[in-house]
């Protein structure tokens, strides 16, 4: 984003994570890429749940390492907030993860409202941001006793780097949609 310093989320167990939209308005229906970095703040290799080999170069897959993304809309007055959630695939069946050297930072992006993205995590109709201000902010969770780290547990284990593990939420992001015309 130029020279924008974009904030970080808080710290959690060596990791942090940020987002950003390539623009900070937009008019309604209007394309949104959205960008995710994830930040390796410890001295040790971990093990992070990424996205890359889904995108195939085209950032048009779901961000399948966020659990979610909240947005927070007001316009005139009224107050909205719900959560946006990858829509579920045969491919969120397969665990995808990237050893992440201390330091680093592995940025993924994707069209937030590309009808990739779900309400209820269960339909997987366009979903574009409504008109108004909005903050959108993401949260980044691994639960090892989540059954595909189970039946992974031992190609997991056999990796040089510790599975980072819990949940942490990303940086607010503001961004604000207008009326077309």
């Known amino acids: 984003m130029g ?17 950003w939209t390539d623009q900070i308005e937009y008019r309604w229906g209007q394309d949104v890429w959205f960008h ?3 930040e390796n ?14 995108q195939n170069g085209t950032g048009r897959s779901p961000l399948y390492s966020l659990n979610f993304v909240r947005v927070r809309n007001q316009w ?10 990858p829509v579920p ?7 995808e993860l990237t050893k992440l050297p201390p330091g680093d930072v592995l940025e993924e992006k994707s069209l937030l409202n590309s009808g990739l993205w779900s ?8 979903f574009p941001l409504p008109v108004g201000d909005c903050v959108l902010q993401a949260e980044y969770t691994i639960d090892p006793e989540e059954p595909i780290f189970q039946v992974k547990k031992s190609v ?12 942490t939420f990303s940086n607010k992001w503001s961004v604000r ?3 077309k015309g």
Do not use: N
């Open 3 to 19: 020279t924008l310093e974009i904030p970080w989320g808080p710290e959690r167990s060596g990791l942090r994570i940020q987002i």
């Open 36 to 38: 995710l970095a994830i």
């Open 41 to 54: 703040c410890s001295e040790q290799p971990i093990l992070v749940r990424s996205t890359s080999s889904f």
């Open 76 to 85: 005139q007055g009224s107050r909205h907030t719900w959560d946006l959630y």
């Open 89 to 95: 695939s045969s491919m969120y069946k397969m665990l």
């Open 119 to 126: 309400q209820d995590g269960a339909t997987s109709h366009v």
């Open 156 to 167: 997991i284990d056999q990796i040089p780097a510790t599975l980072w593990t819990g949940i």
């Open 177 to 179: 949609v207008v009326r």
